[in-house]
Antibody, heavy 114, light 113 residues
Framework: EVQLLESGGGLVQPGGSLRLSCAASGFIFSDYAMSWVRQAPGKGLEWVSTIRVSAGSTYYANSVKGRFTISRDNSRNTLYLQMNSLRAEDTALYYC???????WGLGTLVTVSS | DVVMTQSPLSLPVTLGQPASISCKSSQSLVYSNGDTYLYWLHQRPGQSPRRLMSKVSNRDSGVPDRFNGSGSGTDFTLKISRVEAEDVGVYYCMQGTHWPPYTFGQGTKLEIK
């Protein structure tokens, strides 16, 4: 059974940093691209970032480019999202999802507020 | 970026009646290999999204056959033949042909009348 478990969310002040993690199990993690998608409170879904199997290929939404960094550790079956220079508009539930968006985690909540 | 436009945004439906959601893209979603990377997702209240359909009309495992996806090019439709109580929530279309970025529709909230 595929499982994705996000962690690392919390309350952070504007300008601060957080690192999200997503522990994957139930499939061969190293064979699949992975993505982060976020959902602001009461709003729709917004793609944030994708990393291909080869960690050299990463992609970002314009809204986070230069501030967020996606990475993966295939030996630990874990996906990461390093978030720097956080803004109030980054407040959202962050989901980890598999290639083609067929599996989703429960999400981890990031709140950016002073 | 490809803009995905859904309608309606709110969809009250009587149990047992059909429902239909439209999704239009600002450019054709046909990829160079001939496939169309249009997905449908469903998010029940308080839950994570779940993919229902890939490549326009391929139902995911466990998705009831009352759900049907259709369309081509820039116009797509998700139809539910007979709405059941478990179908409430928000439905999103999303495109994976012209990425980055992947883009989603605004969402259609289905509720029971």
């Amino acid at each position: 059974e595929v499982q994705l478990l996000e962690s690392g969310g919390g309350l952070v002040q504007p300008g601060g940093s957080l690192r999200l993690s997503c522990a994957a199990s139930g499939f061969i993690f190293s064979d699949y691209a992975m993505s982060w998608v976020r959902q602001a409170p009461g709003k729709g879904l917004e793609w944030v970032s994708t990393i291909r199997v080869s960690a050299g290929s990463t992609y970002y939404a314009n809204s986070v480019k230069g501030r967020f960094t996606i990475s993966r550790d295939n030996s630990r079956n874990t996906l990461y999202l390093q978030m720097n220079s956080l803004r109030a508009e980054d407040t959202a539930l962050y989901y980890c999802t598999t290639q083609n968006f067929d599996y989703w985690g429960l999400g981890t909540l990031v709140t950016v507020s002073s | 970026d490809v803009v995905m436009t859904q309608s309606p945004l709110s969809l009250p439906v009587t149990l047992g009646q059909p429902a239909s959601i439209s999704c239009k893209s600002s450019q054709s979603l046909v990829y160079s290999n001939g496939d169309t990377y249009l997905y449908w997702l469903h998010q029940r209240p308080g839950q994570s999204p779940r993919r229902l359909m890939s490549k326009v009309s391929n139902r995911d495992s466990g998705v009831p056959d009352r759900f049907n996806g259709s369309g081509s090019g820039t116009d797509f439709t998700l139809k539910i033949s007979r709405v059941e109580a478990e179908d409430v929530g928000v439905y999103y279309c999303m495109q994976g042909t012209h990425w980055p970025p992947y883009t989603f529709g605004q969402g259609t909230k289905l509720e029971i009348k």
